[in-house]
């Protein structure tokens, strides 16, 4: 399978601090050429012996910011861990509500565009809905939990201009664990 040419910016691009445009619909071929690529490109770094050959990094989500586009267009592609793919497109995202229960990776968050190590937590809602539209300008409403929540919530920060380093506490980084649960 042939990789998609995706240069994924650096956190160091302003653009990555910058809030996303709204999107008008109807998409062109472009942009829906753009979106499956995106979808195609983190399924095949989930892919260990892909993503070692080629030498990508595993993500899970990806905004069209990080991709220079300034677009409020996000994807992920939740691994199934069958061979088999999760797609999700979502567009002018709304997260409309969210569970009083908070969650942290407990590894740490990661992102294609921050290539450092950090440390320290980012608290995430563990459970939010949000209201989108899908590439074909259909509105749609989806429930997300755990990591696809996590996944859905930094995609939407990076859409607001928000990295998740961000999120940490530079003073105290582990700030809220023991009231959060870590998944």
Do not use: W
Not at 110 to 134: E, H, M, Q, W
Not at 142 to 169: M, P, Y
């Amino acid at each position: 399978m042939k990789i998609p040419k995706i240069v994924i910016l650096d956190e160091k691009d302003k653009r990555l601090h910058q809030k996303s445009e709204p999107v008008k619909f109807p998409l062109d071929e472009k942009t829906k050429k753009l979106i499956d690529d995106c979808l195609t490109y983190l399924e095949l770094s989930q892919d260990e012996e892909i993503a070692e050959k080629y030498d990508l990094r595993p993500g899970m989500g990806l905004s069209f910011c990080q991709i220079g586009i300034m677009k409020r267009i996000f994807v992920v592609s939740e691994d199934y861990g069958d061979g088999t793919f999760g797609r999700y497109v979502v567009i002018n995202p709304e997260m409309i509500s969210h569970s009083e229960e908070r969650i942290y990776v407990g590894e740490g968050e990661g992102c294609l565009s921050i290539n450092r190590p950090t440390t320290g937590i980012v608290p995430r809602y563990a459970r939010a809905t949000f209201k989108a539209f899908d590439e074909n300008g259909d509105e749609y409403t989806i429930r997300v939990r755990e990591d696809i929540s996590i996944a859905f919530q930094h995609e939407l920060d990076h859409l607001n201009g928000i990295l998740f380093t961000d999120r940490i506490d530079p003073k105290n980084p582990f700030k809220g664990k023991d009231s959060m649960r870590e998944i």
